[in-house]
């Protein structure tokens, strides 16, 4: 199978936010479907035509059921006060593109109610103060979208970013869902005060380095790789990731020095048993809502930092552990489930950190230690970690499937 075909279908599965402004707190939210709204229930005609649509985006936003009440009150009764505030808060390029590409997927739909909607369109075009290459841009897009002409819409994404423009390709793949554009990279290297940001599928063919004082995000991209990721004082952050490690000639795919924080939410890794997923040797680690499986050689995730917190993720096939504590590093580990993790000592977990180590609602599925610790193990008996409302399920040696820890700081459940 393809590898960004499989990636792309992961996603699906890993999807938290299924419109470009979810996340965004509940007023932005209600001020945008308002505006929305206009267009969709502002006119009998397009009520008739785009209110199933409408509701729709209001489910994918997940816009409460009072404000979706509100739209329609105030629509007909507090009109001009409720416009000035939209335009107020829907100011950023980023919001006023999603929300066009909204308003013409609506247009799309319009018969009866062309003309009507027609004039919207190109009022809060007006309003926005949209140049002309970017209202070329986007009639350009919108009629490529309708003809499924993948090719020209390559083509204009092109041109608007020869005008200096630019768009994110989550808000291109909304408007435009068969939208594909892959981009291929040798070495990259990232010097101080550079920023380097993916959000488009992309290949690369060899390392990334950051140098201090330089940043790399990779936000909601595809990333197929050969190579592997370091830095030493730069800034690397991942959200909405998908990456499939192809091949390393490191032991671990990101490999942290001397950096503050590192923060990875969304996302999946597979790292194709070619390494280990993350080492970071300062600073903070926060993994949350995260996918990390087939690693080998390396734990999957090696921590001798300050401090990490790593929630909701889950680890597969992570062949020689799924994580690793040391030095005086802290952890807190919950809701996270392990499964088919195996090493010599501690099968998912293993610390011989002096800092406290908390284990949280986990579930060790399937886990093995050739020794001791099936799912955890701990080198030192003492005070300040914690196994507590977690479940181990088929983990060998069972005897031994939490090793080291008094018996008042475990709560486990053994099947």
Known sequence: MDILEYLKKRQSELEYKSHPVADQDERFKYLYCYGLGV????????????????????????????????????????????????????????????????????????????????????????????????????????????????????????????????????????????????????DIHIEPGKTVAFDKPVVIDGDITVERGGSLLINGAFVSMKGSVSTVGGRIRLKGARVRVEECG????????????????????????????????????????????????????????????????EFYSNVSGAIGIYGSAKMVLGQCSFNDASADYGGAVYSESIGNVKIERCNFNRCRADYLGGAVYFKYQKFGQYVKDCECNACIPQDTCIFNVYDDDVELKVR
């Not at 503050?260 to 970071?280: H, M, P, T, W, Y």
Request: hydrophobic content about 40%.
């Open 39 to 186: 267009m969709a229930v502002g006119n009998l005609k397009a009520v008739t035509e785009l209110q199933p649509s409408f509701e729709a985006v209001l489910d994918s936003i997940y816009i409460s059921q009072k404000s979706r009440n509100q739209v329609i009150v105030d629509i007909n009764n507090y009109f001009d006060f409720r416009i000035a505030e939209f335009f107020k808060r829907i100011n950023s390029k980023e919001a006023q593109y999603c929300f066009m590409a909204d308003i013409y997927k609506l247009y799309r739909l319009a018969l009866w109610s062309q003309d009507y909607c027609r004039g919207i369109l190109g009022n809060y075009l007006k309003v926005f103060r949209f140049s002309d290459a970017e209202c070329s841009f986007f009639e350009k897009f919108n009629k490529a979208a309708q003809e499924k002409n993948v090719e020209a819409a390559v083509k204009y994404y092109k041109e608007f970013k020869n005008e200096g423009y630019d768009i994110s390709y989550q808000i291109l793949v909304y408007f435009f869902p068969e939208f594909e554009m892959e981009e291929h990279y040798k």
């Open 250 to 313: 490191s032991g671990f795919w990101m490999d942290f020095k001397e950096t503050a924080v590192v923060n990875i939410e969304d996302s999946f890794i597979d790292c194709g048993k070619a390494c280990g997923f993350l080492r970071q040797e300062a600073g903070r680690l926060i993994i949350s809502r995260s996918e990390i499986k087939r690693t080998e050689g390396e734990r999957a995730v090696s921590f001798n930092g300050l401090s990490s917190v790593i929630e909701n993720t």
